[in-house]
Structure formats: structure tokens, C-alpha cells
């Protein structure tokens, strides 16, 4: 029988670089990537089913009373949940799973799988990560500000995860967290 994956909880203040990191990894078929749900509205070039799951406020309440999430956080905004069955499912599987969450949930899911490893995507520096939140553009300039603030709180979270990965290069980023999942193989 195929053992057990393991759980990699990717997170990290909102602009850092997470979602680039994880699109990286996608090449690399031995991780299944967990897809959240979400009642902020998509941004351009997002599907429905594989960016996310958009769903409204309602139907995220309804998924929150009827325990479908294994964490789930509000962020700038807007309501954000990993759903418990497909990352279950994979993991029974054999297949290391990604999550790629904001810290508040990844506080969560330590919590109820003490085994994940919990990984921090660090900028290079706090002006860098300014800098990349200014420049997204994606965003109005009030969601812009929530964001350039929670960044600041997020960043103090560092010293509670397992590994800090320091985000100079995407590609080096990929590298470690490959042979992080290879060292618990
Ligand atoms: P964005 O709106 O830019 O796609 O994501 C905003 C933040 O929400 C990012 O930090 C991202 O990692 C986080 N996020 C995405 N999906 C989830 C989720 O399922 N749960 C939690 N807690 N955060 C999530």
C-alpha cells in the first residue's frame, strides 16, 4: 500500500510571491494542489475550479457551518477556505499536498495536523515586498493599503514555522521546497 503523503502548508504575507512559487511547482506532478474557495471576485485570467472555488458569502457560511473547511480566514476583505475532502483524499493517496494560505489559516492547520510542515516565504527585504504590493496593480489603492498593513503583521509570524525560504529567485525557492518533500519521502 502506498504510504501516507505529507502536507506543506506554503505561506507568507500576502504579495511575497506565494502564488508565482506554487505555479512554479506545478511541473512538478508528484504535488496535488489543493484549490481554496473564495468570495473575492476573480481577477483577470482566473478560471472558476482551478484558481479558485468563487463562491459568495453565502454558500461560504453555509461550507463553514457544515465543517467542510479544514481552515479558513477572512483576508482584506474577503472569505478564504481549504476544503477538507480533496486534501484528505490525496493525502490517504500517497501525494504530498500543497496549501498555499495566508498565516491565519496556517495557524489552523498546524493546529489540526501537527505533521504538516509549515514553510515561510520571507521577502528579500520589507521594501521589496512594498514595493511588489504597490506595483500589482490588480487591486484598488484602499485594498492596496489593508494589504500593506497586514503585511506588516503577517512578517512578525515568521519564527512559528518549521522552514523560512527566502524569496530571492522563484527558482530557488522551487528547489527547496523539492527536496523538502524528497527528505520526507
Ligand atoms: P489572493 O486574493 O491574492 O489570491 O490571496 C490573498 C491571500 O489569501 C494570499 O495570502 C493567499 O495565500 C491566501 N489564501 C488563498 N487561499 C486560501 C485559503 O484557502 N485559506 C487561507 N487561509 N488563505 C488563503
Do not use: C, W
Request: charged fraction near 25%.
Amino acid at each position: 500500500m502506498a504510504s501516507v503523503g505529507r502536507l506543506f502548508v506554503i505561506s507568507g504575507p500576502g504579495g511575497v510571491g506565494k502564488s508565482t512559487i506554487v505555479e512554479a511547482l506545478r511541473t512538478h506532478s508528484s504535488f496535488y494542489f489543493s484549490v481554496s474557495a473564495t468570495t473575492r471576485a476573480p481577477r483577470n485570467g482566473e478560471k472558476d475550479g482551478v484558481s479558485y472555488h468563487f463562491i459568495d458569502d453565502g454558500k461560504f457560511s453555509d461550507l463553514v457551518k457544515a465543517g467542510e473547511f479544514l481552515e479558513h480566514a477572512e483576508f482584506a476583505g474577503a472569505h478564504y477556505g481549504t476544503l477538507r475532502q480533496p486534501v484528505f483524499d490525496a493525502l490517504q493517496l500517497g501525494k504530498n499536498v500543497i496549501l498555499e494560505i495566508e498565516i491565519q489559516g496556517a495557524r489552523q492547520v498546524k493546529k489540526a495536523m501537527p505533521d504538516a510542515v509549515m514553510v515561510f516565504i520571507a521577502p528579500p527585504s520589507r521594501e521589496d515586498l512594498l514595493r511588489r504590493l504597490e506595483g500589482r496593480g490588480t487591486d484598488d489603492p484602499a485594498r492596496i493599503r489593508a494589504r500593506l498593513e497586514l503585511a506588516e503583521e503577517e512578517l512578525a509570524a515568521m519564527g512559528e514555522f518549521d522552514h523560512v525560504l527566502v524569496n530571492h529567485r522563484v527558482e530557488e525557492i522551487v528547489d527547496a521546497l523539492v527536496s523538502l518533500a524528497a527528505r520526507n519521502e
